[in-house]
């Protein structure tokens, strides 16, 4: 059995892209997503007199012709940023209800994209794909994240490939950050063990957990 396995894209879409063609790429039999699409904030891209200025990363960057703004869109989004095109005038009329409004929009408008996109190039590929959500990831993404004909969403189940039992359980444990899907480990381990005790062969199972328990392998953040 031979895993093409990706995680933690946080809206990157080059990332994502290259994710859709590493099953094929690399002779997998079996593609995993293991969480976190969503990419956690909006660049406007401020229209002033002609002029279009965005911040991030610390530097400024100024457009004076609108067919450059589609390089910049793309730049921002190969670094996980959702671009807002808006003018000076229209950006100070939002209020913190427009803004959460307006990232929920971005996030399920290129997660749609994401998704059919991953469906079809996998399904035309004939590769089982299984795709979980991440911490970041919040529940009204739950809909886009189901749509899928031929990639599955296995959070809380347990899918049989090749003979193979994929374990798959989504969020993680608790952060600074409060993520949308966040449990505390006690929860944590609950679903695992309650997933866990359902596998018919422990020798053949995959497990697919967003953020593992507090084990000493677990040192991907150290």
């Not at 990831?137 to 959070?155: A, M, T, V």
């Not at 039992?165 to 609950?190: C, D, M, T, W």
Request: net charge negative; charged share 30%; glycine share 8%.
């Amino acid at each position: 059995m031979r895993i093409f396995y990706a995680a933690d894209l946080h809206g990157g879409e080059t990332a994502f892209r290259k994710f859709t063609n590493g099953g094929k790429f690399y002779n997998a039999n079996l593609v995993i997503f293991g969480g976190d699409f969503t990419g956690k904030m909006v660049v406007p891209i401020v229209e002033k007199d002609g002029v279009y200025t965005c911040t991030y990363y610390g530097s400024t960057v100024k457009v004076k012709k609108v067919r450059e703004l589609p390089d910049l869109e793309r730049n921002l989004r190969d670094a996980g940023f959702y671009p807002l095109v808006i003018s000076e005038a229209e950006l100070n009329k939002l209020n913190e209800s427009d803004a959460e409004r307006i990232i929920k929009e971005k996030q399920m408008e290129v997660l749609k994209e994401w998704i059919k996109l991953a469906d079809e190039r996998y399904a035309k590929d004939e590769i089982p794909c299984v795709i979980i959500p991440g911490s970041v990831d919040d529940y009204y993404l739950d809909e886009i994240i189901n749509s899928g004909n031929h990639i599955q969403n296995g959070d809380g189940k347990i899918i049989e490939v090749n003979g193979y039992e994929v374990v798959s359980i989504g969020g993680g444990k608790q952060s600074v950050f409060r993520y949308p899907r966040e449990v505390s480990e006690e929860e944590l381990a609950v679903k695992i063990n309650a997933l866990c005790a359902k596998v018919k062969d422990m020798r053949k199972c995959i497990l697919n957990i967003h953020i593992p328990p507090s084990i000493n392998i677990d040192l991907s953040t150290v």
